[in-house]
Each structure stands twice: as C-alpha cells, then as structure tokens.
C-alpha cells in the first residue's frame, strides 16, 4: 500500500496555516462569518492568539510531521482529533442551540471529509518498529 501520509499532512498543514493567517491577519472579518462580533482591543488580541496561533501552531507541527517519517502517524492521529472533535461538537453543539445553518454543515462536512482522507493515510502509512 502506499503511503500516502505526507501529502495529507502537507495539505493539512495548509489549511491549517491558511487559516491561521486569515484570522491572524483580519479576525474580525473571519469570525463574522459565524456570527461572532469582536468589539474591542482584547477581542481582537484573544482571536488573534486563540483562532490564528493555535491554527499557526498546529499547521507547524503538521508540516514538521510530513517532513519527518517517524511522526507522520502521530500527525495524521492528531489530525483525526482535531478535526473530528471540532466536526462533532458542531453538530453537538448546533443541535443544542438550533444553529445548524447551512455554513455549519459546510464546515461539518468539510472537517469530515479531512477525517476519512487522514484516516486513509493513516491505515495506508507504515508502523515503526521500536
């Protein structure tokens, strides 16, 4: 089988850091999209660090793991979790509040498909021996 975790992780890096810079560099437009209002300094500093650090800081750790073979496993596991925890407490959370709009079942299916596609990397990447 082959293996295919590197160009996952690469692209998991990318739209990780994609993102990241988005709501790093505009927040506020970011965030309106879904309905959130940033309406002073700390809101913006707190969305910037939250939304676009924490973006930035995993596209980081993506992409050091599609460079290194030894991580890429653990890389496409985080994946999976990050991914899957946000789609899930989406639908979770939407069906509590009444907020499944269409731009949330968007962004559940796009965080789906990021799971089955990190989900067949992993299956198909190699196991290390210890």
């Known amino acids: 089988m082959r293996d295919r975790a590197r160009p996952v992780l690469l692209v998991d890096a990318l739209v ?6 988005w709501f ?3 927040p506020a437009a970011a965030l309106s999209a879904v309905g959130f209002t940033l309406n002073d300094a700390a809101a913006l500093t707190e969305a910037r660090a939250m939304y676009g ?9 993506l992409y050091a793991c599609a460079r290194e073979p030894a991580w890429r496993r653990a890389g496409l596991t985080l994946a999976i979790l990050v991914l899957g925890g946000l789609g899930l407490t989406r639908v979770i959370a939407g069906a ?3 907020g499944l709009t269409p731009l949330m079942w ?3 299916f796009a965080e789906a498909a990021g799971v089955a596609l990190n989900i067949a990397a992993l299956v ?7």
Do not use: D, H, I, N
């Open 16 to 21: 990780f850091g994609g993102l990241g810079v």
């Open 24 to 26: 790093l560099a505009t």
């Open 53 to 61: 650090g924490y973006e930035l800081g995993t596209a980081a750790f």
């Open 96 to 98: 509590l509040t009444g």
């Open 106 to 108: 968007g962004l559940f």
């Open 124 to 130: 198909a990447a190699p196991r290390r021996s210890p």
